[in-house]
């Protein structure tokens, strides 16, 4: 007799930050055969998704304690980072239980490297700077780099080159480490932005952090880099890998963004680019890796695809489903587990080919038309989930919710406006 409810891998999300497409990617990720449970902080979506069947404290204090009793409690098969600090965490995690001679810390260091890929490709993953040297050594298309360590090279480099560049900061995401300036003032400006920013989180990581002190001040400052600024339309490959070899993947344009122009999408287009393709599956190769991951390209005006870096965890296309271009997460599924996907798992896909993320276009612009001409993506299945979104949305310092946002809510919460 055949068992009617097979047991499923187990599959533990890590996160630091409270984005809420970090939630969607749970329910996908049940949706296509793992058990998901979460390590995260109190105030974050994962706990309010039904797909997750625990939640395990996650401390900025402590975060390997905090990870490793996780993993220790639960006992996953797969370990996905939702974010660029959670990636982070579980590369020092690494580190750490490499340099510990017991069977419990090699167990968790071989289960980072099954989920995330070849150690040795962490430090890369790490830094933005570290990244774009590998591409320019594999004659990859990427902007013209440089890396800046005081402002005199700045001001030489400036002389050097035309308006407007871009200037990033290593072990930054989510925009926050990256300046575009147009003049010499606001280089100057934006180049002290920077280096404080890291000197700040330098101190920040001395107070609220375990990690050793003196390995925190030893550690080299993150770098600065200057990048010819190339015109064009942002886009992102999304890709489920497994041991240097990607499974499946989906490329998305930027259609809007939420801090234009470096900020995250709210509304994507899905595109097909041969390029672009090419250059994520050598990297992948090169770099060995595992798990979820996206690459950020510029789609220039000559018509050409601009690696700019690589974000070591999943990514919001990740949880789109199958029928667009790929699935992701039923892929990883049957890597993992050796299987195929259940076909009674498989999500339906949607119809559009332009997507609008709930709710983060929604937060954007209450009144965007793209809330009814492209596909709003929101998680109907789960109306806990999308009563906390919506509820979260609304109480942010002056939010109009439009007519979308007082109709979603009384739908879901069952409340007038």
Known sequence: ?????????????????????????????????????????????????????????????????????????????????????????????????????????????????????????????????????????????????????????????????????????DEAFGGRGVVIARSNLEAAAAYKKLRMRSVADRI?????????????????????????????????????????????????LAVEVSRPPTGHATVVEFIANAEIDRTVERLVARLGLSGFCGFDFILGLDGRAYLLELNPRATPACWVGAGLENDLCGALFAAQSGKPQPNDLRAAPPSARRVALFPLEWMRCPTSPHLYSSHHRVPWHDPQLVAHLIDEALNQPKFEPGFVGRLARRIVLGKAE
């Open 204 to 252: 920040r990581e001395l107070f609220l952090s375990s990690r050793p002190a003196l390995a925190v001040i030893r550690r080299s400052a993150p770098a600065i880099t200057t990048q010819r600024y190339v015109e064009g339309r942002p886009a992102n490959r999304a890709v489920a890998c497994w041991k240097g070899r990607v499974l499946a993947g989906t490329t998305v």
């Open 1 to 169: 007799m055949t068992d009617r409810h097979p047991i499923r891998p187990g599959v533990l999300i890590v996160a630091t930050e409270p984005w809420a497409p970090t939630a969607m990617l749970a329910g996908a990720l049940h949706q296509s055969g793992f058990s998901v449970a979460a390590v995260c902080p109190k105030k974050n979506p994962l706990r309010h998704a039904r797909a997750v069947e625990r939640c395990f404290p996650y401390s900025a204090w402590s975060p390997w304690r905090s990870i490793g009793k996780a993993i220790a409690l639960h006992s996953p098969a797969l370990l996905v980072p939702a974010d660029d600090q959670a990636a982070y965490d579980l590369y020092e995690l690494h580190g750490n239980c490499r340099k510990v001679s017991s069977a419990a810390a090699t167990r968790t260091a071989s289960l980072i490297e099954a989920s995330l890929g070849d150690p040795d490709a962490f430090a890369i993953a790490r830094r933005k700077s570290a990244l774009i040297r590998l591409a320019q050594s594999c004659e990859f298309n990427v902007p013209e780099t440089c890396v800046i360590e005081t402002e005199e090279d700045l001001a030489q480099y400036s002389a050097r080159n035309a308006f407007p560049f871009v200037l990033k900061c």
